[in-house]
């Protein structure tokens, strides 16, 4: 086997338990997150096709049933959320596969903050319109988790479900004033763009597993090479060539860096002047709120020109690029469904609630290169968003607003952004 | 599976190359020549012969396409190849265990 490997025992047997886990790990994982997209998909659709109908004045429910049919599908989709945890406690897969479960992972998460952020909000304003938006980023979010699962397994399908969800984005953002339709759309997606793949993941991961008690054609009649020494080394082999999250890039730095400190410093700008600490004036305003969209679109078309023939060096780097690319994406979607809601309703707090969806989902995409790179600060970058969406959303309508999202664009966008050409500059000389 | 029975050993994975290229395929299911070539440090020349042997073995799919002008040759995992690359590393751990 080429290299020789020097290792411990123990390194041994976590090279031994490593490759057991890692060769049937693609189709577990990919079991397990159509397991989990399958019901949610299903007892989430059918919730809220039961409410699209009550909406339309087809269906009335007396207050116990209400109850029950609020709370009725979280209850089993805790117990399969419990179950799937239980049973990928041990596995261990490659980087790609580690990024891709990640991937699925962060829809939960960013799913939980823009339920805490946005519920509250709507209580605490009494505005369904805001309740109704969250949905919305979900969908976002969703053409965002497909968008990377395409883009890191080369699957046409899946790229459909990723426009299908981007498609029901915009679809829902046009019916906020027809709740019925809205909801009837919202159930219908959950069950075609939810539902359906997660059953279509599950049978493809069926069709890959190893059988029980294989046979085959290609099997000789004794390797006479194949000593226990060669074998480890071929186990450790396979640990090392899949496992590399250190080798993982997330290209970009430069968009990040550029991108943190425009809108940082614009943000600080006018939180400075909200605050009555500065004065811009009209011309300041203009001034401040165009010249850095201005600047980083200049500063984007120069690195997609730069970068357009560059190919990911592997299969880790595609896929938490594919991540961030999501994130992108989903931000592009947000931005005219919250420019939109917010034109059409009249009311300044919808827009403010952009930037707030915008951490959650930069927290996403960071915990996805955490778990691909296996990194603190990588971590700590995801925790910083996800804080950081939780603060604004606490603080909203204060001038403080402006300045907490000032400095997480400087503290976790900017400063990550300039670490990554550090390692990027480094790994090249 | 239990035991280990040395003869299960799959000779088309069996090689440092094959191994290293159904490791990275059971990881990414989908890689360019170009990527298979620099994360495992190969030569076209030898990386082609390898994958032209799995590919015979019915373990991955080669698809040749193009990426605006430039030739693209992209590499799949299929499932029979999943499958017994599965198999290949249960019966090197099953070797490891029993003679250690």
Redesign the interface.
């Known amino acids: 086997?080429?290299r020789i490997f020097f290792k411990s025992?123990i390194a041994?047997a976590a090279d031994?338990v490593f490759?057991?886990s890692?060769?049937?790990?693609?189709?577990r994982a990919q079991a397990s997150a159509g397991l989990v997209f399958f019901w949610a998909g299903l007892l989430y659709g059918l919730q809220t096709l039961v409410y699209a109908a009550i909406e339309a004045g087809w269906l009335t429910l007396t207050p116990p049933y209400g109850l029950w049919l609020a709370i009725g599908p979280t209850l089993p989709f805790l117990g399969v959320i419990a179950y799937v945890a239980w049973r990928e406690r041990k596995g261990k897969?490659?980087?790609?596969?580690r990024a891709l479960t990640a991937s699925y992972t962060s829809a939960g998460l960013l799913n939980l903050v823009i339920a805490v952020t946005f519920g509250w909000l709507a209580i605490s304003r009494q505005s369904t319109t805001i309740w109704l938006l969250y949905p919305i980023v979900i969908c976002a979010m969703q053409g965002a988790v497909w968008y990377a699962a395409a883009l890191?397994?080369?699957k046409l399908w899946l790229g459909l479900v990723s426009a299908g969800w981007f498609v029901t984005t915009l679809a829902l953002t046009l019916l906020m004033t027809q709740v019925a339709a809205y909801l009837f759309c919202l159930g219908i997606a959950l069950l075609a763009l939810m539902a359906a793949p997660g059953y279509v993941m599950q049978r493809l991961a069926a069709?890959?597993?190893?059988?029980?008690?294989?046979t085959?054609e290609?099997?000789?009649?004794?390797?006479t090479d194949?000593?226990?020494q060669a074998?480890?080394e071929?186990?450790a082999?396979?640990k090392a060539?899949?496992d590399r999250g250190e080798q993982v890039q997330l290209s970009g730095g430069l968009l990040l860096l550029s991108g943190g400190l425009l809108y940082g410093l614009q943000c600080l700008l006018h939180g400075l002047d909200m605050s009555g600490s500065v004065r811009l004036g009209a011309l300041g305003h203009l001034i401040n709120g165009v010249l850095p969209t201005i600047l980083f679109l200049i500063i984007l078309s120069v690195v997609l020109w730069r970068d357009r023939h560059k190919?990911?060096?592997?299969?880790g780097s595609?896929a938490i690029n594919a991540a961030f690319g999501g994130v992108g994406l989903a931000n592009l979607f947000m931005n005219l469904v919250f420019g939109y809601a917010a034109f059409t309703q009249k009311l300044w707090l919808i827009w403010m609630l952009y930037p707030i969806s915008l951490c959650a989902l930069m927290g996403a995409g960071w915990y996805v290169a955490a778990v691909a790179k296996r990194r603190l600060w990588a971590a700590l970058v995801c925790a910083g968003w996800f804080a950081t969406a939780v603060l604004l959303a606490w603080r909203v309508e204060t001038p403080e607003y402006l300045l907490i999202l000032s400095g997480a664009l400087v503290l976790l966008m900017a400063v990550p952004g300039y670490l990554l050409m550090r390692f990027d500059a480094g790994q090249r000389a | 599976m239990t035991g280990f029975d040395v003869n299960r050993l799959d000779d088309a994975i069996h090689g440092r190359l094959r191994l290293g290229i159904m490791a990275y395929l059971a990881d990414a299911e989908a890689a360019d020549f170009n990527e298979l070539k620099g994360v495992l440090e190969a030569t076209q020349g030898n990386l082609s012969v390898h994958l032209s042997k799995l590919e015979d073995a019915g373990y991955v799919e080669i698809v040749k396409g193009y990426q605006g002008k430039k030739p693209l040759t992209r590499v799949h995992i299929t499932p029979a190849g999943r499958q017994a690359f599965a198999r290949y590393i249960e019966v090197l751990s099953g070797l490891v265990e029993k003679r250690s």
Do not use: K, Q, Y
């Open positions: 086997m080429g025992s041994e031994l490759a057991r890692f060769a049937g790990e693609g189709p897969g490659g980087v790609a596969t890191i397994r080369r069709r890959e597993r190893a059988p029980e008690r294989p085959s290609n099997a000789v009649e004794a390797h194949t000593d226990p074998a480890r071929a186990l082999f396979v060539l899949v190919t990911h060096a592997n299969a595609r």
